[in-house]
């Protein structure tokens, strides 16, 4: 009997430490959006609406919009890693999107 009510007391603190973490990370979620500037709001709110609407075919074109936003695409990122030595060249060729653009990317 004594081993249940330890177990049931664990259990409670368990679930009350569970949701003070969801309190606290609802604090921040919210201190984040208070802090954000009515045009971003505005500007972040278009851009998930559009995100809703993207086709396959024009991902490419949002990733080059979304480029200073830190959004690059596969192949662009293969060539960073082929610069940074940690992949070669022709491991970046089996994983390419575009033979044609990683090559292009590549005298660039």
Do not use: C, P, W
């Not at 609407?53 to 662009?76: P, W």
């Amino acid at each position: 009997m004594r081993l249940a009510a330890i177990g049931r007391k664990a259990a409670s603190a368990k679930a009350k430490h569970r949701q003070a973490d969801y309190s606290a990370e609802r604090q921040s979620l919210h201190k984040l959006e208070a802090s954000l500037q009515e045009s971003d709001r505005k500007a972040l709110a278009g851009f998930q609406a559009d995100a809703e609407q993207i086709k396959t075919h024009q991902l490419d074109a949002v990733i080059q919009t979304g480029a200073e936003f830190g959004m690059q695409s596969m192949d662009k990122t293969l060539v960073s890693l082929i610069h940074a030595g940690t992949i070669s060249y022709d491991e970046a060729r089996n994983f390419a999107i575009d033979i044609d653009e990683l090559d292009r990317l590549m005298r660039d």
